[in-house]
């Protein structure tokens, strides 16, 4: 009966520490497709129900149709917001790992954020350096149109929300969150993740031509390396949301 004797107390076993559950290469690539679906399905859906509500037939006519219009487009973006997070906290709680840790969830230092602030504007101010001295656009010539026609049409709050809110969310959520997550995790470490994970994110934006195509990979890359240096995706959201907030306003109210 040593467990009872004072001087021979019962043994205790430590239990190690688990790692993190991740999702690793191939498990953070086949989750992205399911997630980047979900988007997919929830601005499609807001699409379908504008047409539903309208008494249009349901046909790739109408949905064309209604798609093109400001406040349809601005829905379509919001919607895809609640989609890809029940997405990313399914792959999450399947791993049975915490939301808010996985996703490095976490308030960066007012430093921090000035820092990465700064590093944007002088990325930002580059490119439309570059793009005065090739005589181009700073801003891709189909959203000038979008901006300043759900300006006229009353949308322009809308759009400012859906662009400035919700798509900034739902991109980093997806990149710099559970790409970056699972990818630095892997093979590819911090390097190989914040590339690869820019070039999704870059995907994502293939409306744009080769040249805007190359700004926003660039700009990934910056929002990849103040998301290792900060470890927080709030900076990256925010930054994003700073970002399109200030492209919306200049071109719907200022004509820029």
């Known amino acids: 009966m040593d467990s009872l004797n004072p001087d021979h ?20 690539a086949l989750w992205s497709l399911f997630i980047f679906v979900a988007m997919f399905v929830g601005q499609v859906g807001a699409i379908l129900l504008l047409v539903a509500l309208r008494g249009l037939p349901i046909d790739m006519a ?32 399947i791993k049975k790992a915490s939301f808010v840790d996985y996703l490095a969830l976490h308030w960066p230092s007012w430093k921090q954020l000035l820092f990465g602030a700064v590093g944007l504007i002088v990325l930002v101010l580059a490119w439309e350096t570059i793009s005065r001295g090739l005589g181009r656009e700073a801003t891709p010539g ?22 400035s809110v919700a798509a900034p969310m739902s991109e980093e959520v997806l990149a710099r969150g559970f790409l970056y997550r699972g990818w630095s995790a892997s093979f590819l470490r911090v390097p190989g993740a914040i590339i690869l994970s ?34 927080s995706l709030w900076l990256t959201i925010v930054l994003h949301a700073l970002n399109n907030m200030t492209a919306v306003v200049l071109t719907m109210w200022l004509g820029a």
């Open 9 to 28: 107390p019962p043994l205790t076993v430590t239990p190690a520490e688990h790692a993190p559950r991740v999702w690793k290469f191939w498990g953070t």
């Open 142 to 163: 189909f959203m000038t149109d979008l901006l300043k026609s759900g300006r006229d049409t009353g949308a322009a709050l809308l759009l400012l929300v859906a662009f």
């Open 62 to 93: 109408s949905i064309q149709l209604v798609g093109r219009e400001p406040q349809a487009l601005a829905l379509s973006v919001i919607m895809g917001l609640p989609a890809t997070l029940a997405a990313v906290w399914l792959a999450i709680r």
């Open 198 to 231: 820019s070039l999704v994110w870059t995907v994502v934006h293939l409306q744009y031509d080769m040249y805007f195509l190359a700004e926003v990979f660039t700009i990934g890359l910056w929002f990849g390396y103040m998301r290792y240096r900060s470890g």
